[in-house]
């Protein structure tokens, strides 16, 4: 039995000393990341540094520069636009304003001329009634009245008093209807009183005796 405790005793003393890997990648004493050097030197596998992180922080800032650049451009691009809409509704602003300038310089001037015209209508009656009793067929008076008329014919004046033409009421006023021989249709017959229109627009209607077709 002696020799029994003793064989396994010898044997005890031969088998080697038990081998403990530290596989861990940072130093628990130090805090520090294992070099592969020092892992190869301690029996761990030969392993390489991943440079997984570093591609992604650079992928990362690349993708952020990218993002930054474009929005850049797009903000610049908004900027112009922006710029030149307004320039575009400032020059529609100015065509408008320059439109209504004109069109109100314009209406200021006709009733301008309107009112003037309208002002002389009297005189001009004197002057029809003068001509009616002979009073201006010649002498200085004649000669007055004749560049009046010219002067006002030159600023648009027009005379409606021709007769034997059919009835307007847009520029005729009719005081008196009597049955008329030979005609089909309502016609001037005698004007009363001339009536006046300048560019349209009629200052004052022709008064007027009408003949009316026969029945």
């Known amino acids: 039995m002696a020799s029994h405790h003793g064989n396994e005793n010898e044997h005890e003393g031969e088998r080697p000393d038990p081998v403990i890997r530290d596989n861990r990648k940072v130093d628990p004493v130090t805090g520090q990341a294992r070099h592969p050097e020092s892992a190869a030197q301690d029996g761990h596998e030969d392993m390489r540094p991943v440079d997984e992180p ?7 800032a690349q993708a952020e520069q ?3 650049e474009a929005a850049a451009e797009q903000g610049q691009s908004t900027v ?8 575009l509704r400032l020059q529609a602003e100015y065509v408008n304003y320059r439109r209504r300038v004109d069109r109100d310089r314009s209406v200021a001037g006709e009733v301008a001329v309107f009112g003037v015209l309208s002002s002389l209508l009297p005189v001009l009656d004197d002057l029809d009634a003068a001509r009616a009793h002979g009073d201006l ?6 000669s007055i009245a004749g560049k ?3 002067i006002l014919a030159s600023q648009g004046l027009q005379r409606i008093a021709e007769t034997g033409v059919p009835f307007d009421p847009n520029i005729h006023e009719a005081l008196i209807q009597q049955p008329g021989d030979g ?17 349209g627009r009629l200052l004052r209607a022709a008064q007027v005796i009408v003949a009316t077709p026969q029945g």
């Open 54 to 60: 570093h591609d992604a922080d650079d992928a990362l």
């Open 66 to 68: 990218i993002l930054k």
């Open 80 to 87: 112009e636009d922006e710029l030149r809409n307004d320039l």
């Open 137 to 142: 067929t010649d002498g200085p008076f004649a």
């Open 148 to 150: 009046l008329d010219s």
């Open 183 to 199: 005609i089909e249709v309502d016609t001037v017959q005698q004007v009363l009183r001339a009536g006046y229109k300048t560019e």
